[in-house]
């Protein structure tokens, strides 16, 4: 089983950046960062891979949004840089034995969520 506790959020002003972090106890497999803003679906916005390569993005984030992973301490981070209000949402962090991407119903565990809101 695994344990994923994310931190980092807050509150920022459009234009501005925030790091997430992403801490797995327990055998961590790839990981993806997920966001729900209210009254919308869940949306895949970034993964990658057990070993911290090949990192995919959601077009949404693609060039403002850099994920990572620092294999040693079994934590991924989620740098987002040019932050926009669209980009207010609960981030959660989730784990999965067989993809890095946008499939939700691969991944097996969550973390409970971080706020992120972006003020214009």
């Known amino acids: 089983q695994v344990h994923l506790v994310e931190s980092g959020g807050g509150l920022v002003q459009a234009g501005d950046s925030l790091r997430l972090s992403c801490v797995a106890s327990?055998?961590?497999?790839?990981v993806g960062w997920f966001r729900q803003a209210p009254d919308k679906e869940r949306e895949f916005v970034a993964g990658?891979?057990?070993?911290?390569?090949?990192?995919f993005y959601a077009d949404s984030v693609k060039g403002r949004f850099t994920i990572s992973r620092d294999t040693a301490k079994n934590t991924i981070f989620l740098q987002m840089d040019s932050l926009k209000p669209e980009d207010t949402a609960i981030y959660s962090c989730?784990?999965?034995?067989?993809?890095?991407?946008?499939?939700?119903?691969?991944?097996?565990?969550w973390g409970q969520g971080i706020q992120v809101t972006v003020s214009s």
């Open positions: 990658i891979t057990s070993t911290g390569s090949q990192p």
């Open positions: 989730e784990d999965s034995k067989v993809t890095w991407k946008n499939n939700r119903q691969l991944y097996d565990y």
């Open positions: 327990g055998r961590a497999y790839h």
